[in-house]
T-cell receptor, first 110, second 115 residues
Framework: GQNIDQPTEMTATEGAIVQINCTYQTSGFNGLFWYQQHAGEAPTFLSYNVLDGLEEKGRFSSFLSRSKGYSYLLLKELQMKDSASYLCAVRDPGGQNFVFGPGTRLSVLP | ETGVTQSPTHLIKTRGQQVTLRCSSQSGHNTVSWYQQALGQGPQFIFQYYREEENGRGNFPPRFSGLQFPNYSSELNVNALELDDSALYLC??????????????FGPGTRLTVT
């Protein structure tokens, strides 16, 4: 089976940095993905990691440690529009589908 | 926007009824996955279609069924609707390539309410 865990809610201040953690236990691994989802909208792709280390993409970075079953998403210079849910997802080893975590609802305050 | 479209946007049905949701995949994508997302939770995989054949299924009962057409568009059918079927139904398309993870592109979803 596959199990993915994330904090339910986080709050941060505009301009700050926030780190959203994700831990996973899976029977196999074929990539870890981060998606952003605003309320009532579809998830949109942010980043993915296949190998250990940090992937940087503008204000967003994602880190992976496969041996620890751990990833985080780092958001810098927070803006109000970053208020959303952030979904961590692991690719099923057969490559057929994503297994999503419950999502972390981030609120950015002025 | 991802180029994935879904219809209808919203739908209200009564318990016991049947519903059909539709999805048009992004141009060039031959794989469509369907997910159910209850309020405040992450999406749960229902099934996937690849070149008109079911290519994997999550933990959903047989009353959830689907189709994929030659143009790679897809339908999700749910029979004997239950109150717990109320959710956002997301369609995602992709084009699997060998040698690396495949990114999925999500449509805007259909919000189904069962009363």
């Amino acid at each position: 089976g596959q199990n993915i865990d994330q904090p339910t809610e986080m709050t941060a201040t505009e301009g700050a940095i926030v780190q959203i953690n994700c831990t996973y236990q899976t029977s196999g691994f074929n990539g870890l993905f981060w998606y952003q989802q605003h309320a009532g909208e579809a998830p949109t792709f942010l980043s993915y990691n296949v190998l250990d280390g940090l992937e940087e993409k503008g204000r967003f970075s994602s880190f992976l440690s496969r041996s620890k079953g751990y990833s985080y998403l780092l958001l810098k210079e927070l803006q109000m529009k970053d208020s959303a849910s952030y979904l961590c997802a692991v690719r099923d080893p057969g490559g057929q589908n994503f297994v999503f975590g419950p999502g972390t609802r981030l609120s950015v305050l002025p | 926007e991802t180029g994935v479209t879904q219809s209808p946007t919203h739908l209200i049905k009564t318990r016991g009824q049947q519903v059909t949701l539709r999805c048009s995949s992004q141009s060039g994508h031959n794989t469509v996955s369907w997910y159910q997302q209850a309020l405040g939770q992450g999406p749960q995989f229902i099934f996937q279609y690849y070149r008109e054949e079911e290519n994997g299924r999550g933990n959903f009962p047989p009353r959830f069924s689907g189709l994929q057409f030659p143009n790679y568009s897809s339908e999700l059918n749910v029979n004997a609707l239950e109150l717990d079927d109320s959710a956002l139904y997301l369609c995602a398309s992709s084009f699997p390539r060998g040698g690396g993870p495949t990114k999925e592109y999500f449509g805007p979803g259909t919000r189904l309410t069962v009363t």
